[in-house]
């Protein structure tokens, strides 16, 4: 028995227009992934197990919680299907906004846009694109990128807007509801599985006042509530590192209801956690066993695996 948990966190496990792939690969890398898991850690419940490390009871050696964030349609379709029959539990982090459909996923919209683009340069912020592929194409893509996450909810979707105009796609935007859960399908997801509060617009919550964060976290909590039945127990900050979220992030989530928060910062949980900013680290299913095996022998997380079977 030990008292240290670790959680991990996925997205999407099928292709998507931001995060593209051989067809199959995401499921057969997240099938490769927590096969390896279940060879040399104890997959947990994350409530349970963070219930059980504020008590200051043990957990199972080397205690590891699944997680996945956005609501993607595939979470359902896929991962679920596949997480039952292996008996592994997760718990899902889900947008209301986007359940609700009144706001796009802004980094998919910007996908969409540059794959469907039939301009050969874009010029937008000083910067020369070009259309007709994925943002990952592009290593020069990235700190503008970054830059929308930089600016709040309004300036980020002036922004996005600017650079779609640019990039003229082909063809009208997508029904997001093919790619994202409705509440439908929220609600089967729930009825298999844990799932928490991933915010309302999926906007950096420290780029807003506080007192928009404490709205918004309270508006997403209730939609849960009112929609699914149950609380959203757990809240996952978006982007989720440090400067992502702050003091106002915290107040807000408390506020709301939540019991926990849980990051992208990497790190294992050990008593006494900090419950609004439990720790989290981010897989690719793309990445397969070897990037994940290379992830839990990282500084910081290497003892953590001391006394595992050989992972074959
Ligand atoms: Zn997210």
Redesign the pocket.
Same mark, same amino acid.
């Given at each position: 028995m030990s008292g240290r948990l670790l959680i991990l966190c996925w @997205?999407n496990v099928t292709p998507t227009w931001f995060f593209p792939g051989p067809r199959g690969a995401h499921t057969r890398g997240l099938a490769s992934q927590v096969r390896a898991l279940q060879r040399f850690c104890t997959p947990v419940d994350l409530e349970q197990a963070l219930d059980d490390l504020a008590l200051g009871k043990p957990l199972p050696p080397r205690a590891v919680a699944l997680t996945f964030?956005?609501g993607y349609r595939d979470n359902l379709d896929s991962a679920i299907p596949l997480l039952e029959a292996l008996g592994v539990p997760a718990t899902y982090?889900l947008?209301s906004g986007l359940l609700d459909g009144e706001t796009a996923p802004w980094w998919e919209l910007l996908g969409w846009a540059f794959a469907r683009s039939k301009e050969r340069t874009v010029n937008w912020r000083g910067q020369s694109l070009r259309g007709g592929a994925t943002p990952q194409r592009y290593p020069d893509f990235w700190p503008h990128a970054e830059g929308l996450k930089a600016l709040d909810r309004s300036g980020r979707e002036a922004a996005l807007e600017e650079l779609i105009e640019a990039l003229a796609p082909q063809g009208p935007r997508p029904d997001w509801h093919r790619m994202f859960l409705d509440w439908d399908g929220a609600r089967e997801m729930a009825r298999r599985a844990t799932v928490g509060s @991933?915010t309302r617009w999926?906007g950096i919550l420290s780029r807003e006042s506080h007192e928009e964060q404490a709205v918004e976290l309270l508006h997403a909590a209730e939609r849960i509530r009112s929609e699914l039945g149950v609380p959203a127990r757990t809240l996952?900050y978006?982007?989720g590192g440090q400067g992502d979220y702050d003091a106002g992030s915290i107040a807000g989530a408390q506020a709301a209801g939540h019991d926990y928060a849980v990051t992208t910062e990497n790190g294992l949980n050990a008593p006494p956690i900090a419950p609004f900013e439990v720790q989290r680290l981010v897989l690719d299913p793309l990445d397969g066993v070897t990037v994940l095996r290379r992830a839990l022998r990282a500084p910081g997380l290497g003892g953590w695996l001391r006394g595992a079977p050989p992972a074959s």
């Open positions: @997205h964030d956005d982090f947008v @991933h999926h996952a978006p982007n």
